[in-house]
């Protein structure tokens, strides 16, 4: 969004977005003091995954009043999180910076970062944002079939995993319509035909860390 665009005497922009296929409104970003421009250019923001690490680099330049950068992290693109803080350099020229965050038993198939840049006089702005894959982070647990209409089969190629695990089945709109505790088994079958129609999150939870699905209940 141009700055040139913002009516003159603005100093807060609000913006959501709506998702097509269910019509649903994210949560309103509030753009606090836009209406004066910030010193700090950012050239360019990447994340990378590494191993069990995301690699963030960014360069800037510009830089005669930041003062540091707030790194942000989500798993939807909406709602973020700080994870760490790192110092601006507040000097001319090029600069690098670099940021490495476990990610080691996210429960996401995909992460999302932006930057928070925070001026000595406090005022704020947002990188774009970039996102990592990290689905080959899962273990092994499979659901099916999928869609479904009277049962689904939890599969593990380690079924010790599964001790002690819970899986829970959400909704859409966030509520919980389905939670039991698995067996350490290979393959084990959870009866979810009370469910209406629809699409759900099955979350199952183990002793080191938490997988996600998606579901179609016919």
Do not use: C
Not at 3 to 9: D, K, Q, S
Not at 121 to 142: C, M, R, W
Request: no cysteine.
């Amino acid at each position: 969004i141009p700055l040139n665009t913002i009516p003159v005497g603005a100093d807060t922009l609000f913006v959501r977005v709506r998702d097509d296929i269910e019509s649903r409104w994210s949560i309103t970003q509030m753009l606090k003091n836009i209406s004066v421009a910030l010193p700090l250019t950012l050239l360019n923001f990447t994340a990378v995954k590494q191993g069990n690490t995301a690699q963030l680099k960014w360069q800037t330049t510009n830089e005669v009043n930041t003062a540091y950068f707030n790194i942000q992290r989500s798993t939807d693109a909406v709602n973020f999180t700080k994870i760490g803080v790192v110092k601006a350099n507040n000097i001319n020229g090029i600069n690098n910076y670099f940021y490495e965050d476990n990610i080691q038993g996210q429960p996401s198939e995909k992460l999302y970062y932006r930057l928070q840049e925070i001026d000595i006089d406090a005022k704020a702005q947002y990188s774009e944002i970039v996102a990592i894959k990290i689905d080959n982070l899962k273990t092994g647990i499979s659901i099916y079939p999928n869609p479904s209409r009277n049962y689904i089969n939890i599969v593990s190629n380690k079924p010790q995993d599964l001790e002690g695990a819970v899986i829970t089945i959400v909704d859409m709109a966030g509520k919980v319509t389905l939670k039991q505790e698995l067996l350490a088994n290979g393959q084990q079958r959870v009866n979810i035909s009370a469910l209406s129609p629809g699409i759900y999150i099955v979350h199952i939870l183990k002793t080191n860390g938490v997988e996600t699905q998606k579901l179609l209940k016919e």
